[in-house]
Nanobody
Framework: QVQVVESGGGSVQPGGSLRLSCAAS????????MAWHRQAPGKQRELVASITDGGITNYADSVKGRFTISRDNVKNTMYLQMNNLKPEDTAVYYC??????????????WGQGTQVTVSS
């Protein structure tokens, strides 16, 4: 089976930085687009950033210029470098990955989420 696990969340003051990681493991044949989403209390889950297997990136307007998404295709890992964090960035951050497993079945896998809290 395939697993997707996030790490790197925590608490930080406004203006601070955090780096999230999302590691995919298991019976993987190939990984296509990977993405970060977030969900704040009382709000719908929203797309933060995505990256294709070819490295094409896309960002929500609210994080452009502050967040950087990247991936290491050898390690099957995606990252989100978050700088100049604001209180409104507080949310549970989820990663997902479009993965074809070794049985050639293609599915969208989600991680369990990691909490990011920005507060003074």
């Amino acid at each position: 089976q395939v697993q997707v696990v996030e790490s790197g969340g925590g608490s930080v003051q406004p203006g601070g930085s955090l780096r999230l990681s999302c590691a995919a493991s298991g019976s993987i044949f190939g990984i296509y687009t990977m993405a970060w989403h977030r969900q704040a209390p009382g709000k719908q889950r929203e797309l933060v950033a995505s990256i294709t297997d070819g490295g094409i990136t896309n960002y929500a307007d609210s994080v452009k210029g502050r967040f950087t998404i990247s991936r290491d295709n050898v390690k099957n890992t995606m990252y989100l470098q978050m700088n100049n964090l604001k209180p409104e960035d507080t949310a549970v951050y989820y990663c997902n990955a479009d993965i074809r497993n070794r049985s050639m079945r293609r599915e969208l896998y989600w991680g369990q989420g990691t909490q990011v809290t920005v507060s003074s």
